[in-house]
């Protein structure tokens, strides 16, 4: 255990350098199997969480390959998770803000959807709140944290408790 984690009485605990490849070797398979499932079988963003969850740690290095060159090598999931390469390593910057954070009268492109809740993935299928989506800000209330947004034809008011986890990029 000693090496895979930093072990210190009242202090925290931290991972090795060895245990931090396993961590996200675990995420890669976890998020490539986000990945293909949504692809093949359009389930639903909290399915594709749940199902990942129990095939992520059965999942061999060679088929986690086989999976993310399927899938073109992708560097997100569909939440907008980046996906760690082979190496362990995570390449892309992540330069989005939270919606609660977006200036009026912008135009953005959905880069995370940050939750694993049900009620929520529910919300933005209906709503088109998806990764990669453009939305417009039309108005901040930042008295009453809500956000006014349009996405296609809809237009819509969200409390801080969904805007503080839908992270954007400007367009």
Known sequence: ?????????????????KGTKM????????????????????????????EAELLEHQTSNLLAEKISAYLGHP??????????NANGEITTEDTSVSLSEAKEGRNYIISRLMSDDKEFFDFCAQNQIRYRNELKVLKQFM???????????NTMVLNEDFTKIIYVEEN
């Open 143 to 153: 008295s009453n944290k809500m956000t006014q947004i349009s996405i296609g034809t």
């Open 75 to 84: 560097k997100f999931d569909p939440h907008g998770d980046p996906i760690p």
């Open 23 to 50: 961590a996200l070797n675990v995420i890669r398979k976890h998020r490539l199997w986000e990945s293909l499932l949504f692809k093949l079988f359009d389930l639903s963003l909290h399915d594709i969480h749940l």
């Open 1 to 17: 255990m000693k090496d895979v984690l930093n072990y210190e009485k009242y202090q925290q605990l931290q991972l090795t350098e």
